[in-house]
């Protein structure tokens, strides 16, 4: 069954309130999904409230609903200080928006996640770089290819520098609308179209998602 980490509500800029993406990802045969709305010191109570007065709802579809979130567009050197808060506010996962070349996200963005060990996820890293990727292993932030159109252009240039640095990787849809979440087959698809191999494509779709959701639910 599929594992999601990183999706968007009406609580941010997705289309569906968490309950009915949640629906969504039964239907379409997923076991975990994160919610992961777009956040910053301003809505981190609100998101991180509001979305896990669904989770016990969820459950009973046999849906594992994990509320995280996803710090995007902070000064990087301000990151830190917001995952920190978000930790303390109870945020599960921790996802921030990387340096995808299809926005303005601030330099060193991705260096600031791939330094910080409280950081679960660096979505979209757009060109980061190998130094950046051998951080990431270290810290074990896991990086992400994406399904997502609009960053997906540097899916490659991600897995050469994850491969060549260790650094684990993980499938995500970065889901808007109920549209854009993905089959395992679809995931399997992405992976491989990265460049990665048979196995290191299971890694990502399977085995890295299983164990972050462990990690989660072992905090
Ligand atoms: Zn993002
Ligand atoms: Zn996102």
């Not at 045969?29 to 301003?42: C, E, Q, R, V, Y």
């Not at 996803?70 to 200080?81: C, K, L, S, W």
């Not at 917001?82 to 330099?107: D, Q, S, Y």
């Not at 679809?186 to 992976?191: H, I, K, R």
């Amino acid at each position: 069954m599929r594992i999601e980490l990183h999706s968007h509500t009406l609580l941010s800029d997705g289309e569906l309130i968490p309950i009915e993406l949640a629906r969504r990802a039964v239907v379409k045969g997923h076991k975990a999904l994160a919610i992961t709305d777009h956040a910053s010191l301003s809505n981190l109570d609100r998101l991180i409230f509001e979305a896990k007065k669904d989770v016990e709802l969820a459950a009973e579809w046999g849906l594992d609903l994990i509320v995280g979130v996803e710090i995007t567009h902070v000064p990087a050197r301000r990151i830190d200080q917001v995952v920190k808060e978000a930790r303390k506010k109870g945020a599960e996962l921790i996802v921030i928006h990387g340096e995808t070349v299809n926005e303005p996200v601030e330099k060193d963005t991705n260096h600031a996640a791939v330094s910080n060990p409280e950081v679960d996820i660096l979505a979209h890293p757009g060109f980061i770089t190998l130094e950046e990727a051998e951080l990431a292993k270290r810290n074990d932030v896991v990086l992400e290819i994406t399904s997502r159109r609009s960053h997906n252009p540097t899916n490659g240039h991600v897995a050469r520098m994850a491969l060549e640095a260790g650094a684990r990787m993980v499938v995500n849809t970065d889901a808007h609308d109920p549209s854009d979440l993905i089959t395992e087959e679809t995931a399997l698809m992405v992976a491989r179209a990265a460049g990665l191999s048979e196995k290191d494509a299971r890694m990502a779709v399977y085995d890295v998602p299983e164990e972050l959701v462990r990690r989660v639910r072992g905090r």
